[in-house]
Nanobody
Framework: EVHLLESGGGSVHTGGSLTLSCTAS????????MGWYRQAPGNECKMVSS???????YYLPTVRGRFTISRDNANNTVYLQMTSLRPDDTAVYYC?????????????????WGQGIQVTVST
């Protein structure tokens, strides 16, 4: 059985930083396309950043330069370092393996997903 366990969320003020962790079991993260997604109330699911098996990395344009995705293959973990956080980064963040491009993070059609973790950025 596959599990993706997210940690590291919380509440910060504008300009603050958080690092999200996603530890996988039941799959080898190194062999999977791993991504972070987010969804705010009333909004669609958005891919924030992904690290692909072929070495490509994707960032949502609004987070490029502020967020960094990385892998720790020895610990089967993917990280999302978030800096210069803004109120519009507030959302539930999800880790996914082979997650694709769902419209709703809570009803994904593909891949394996974590439960989600809240990130709140206040002014």
């Amino acid at each position: 059985e596959v599990h993706l366990l997210e940690s590291g969320g919380g509440s910060v003020h504008t300009g603050g930083s958080l690092t999200l962790s996603c530890t996988a079991s039941g799959i080898t993260a190194e062999d999977s396309d791993m991504g972070w997604y987010r969804q705010a109330p009333g909004n669609e699911c958005k891919m924030v950043s992904s690290t692909y098996k072929d070495g490509r990395i994707y960032y949502l344009p609004t987070v490029r330069g502020r967020f960094t995705i990385s892998r720790d293959n020895a610990n089967n973990t993917v990280y999302l370092q978030m800096t210069s956080l803004r109120p519009d980064d507030t959302a539930v963040y999800y880790c996914a393996a082979e997650g694709g491009w769902p419209d709703d993070c809570t009803v994904p059609k593909y891949g394996y997903w974590g439960q989600g973790i809240q990130v709140t950025v206040s002014t």
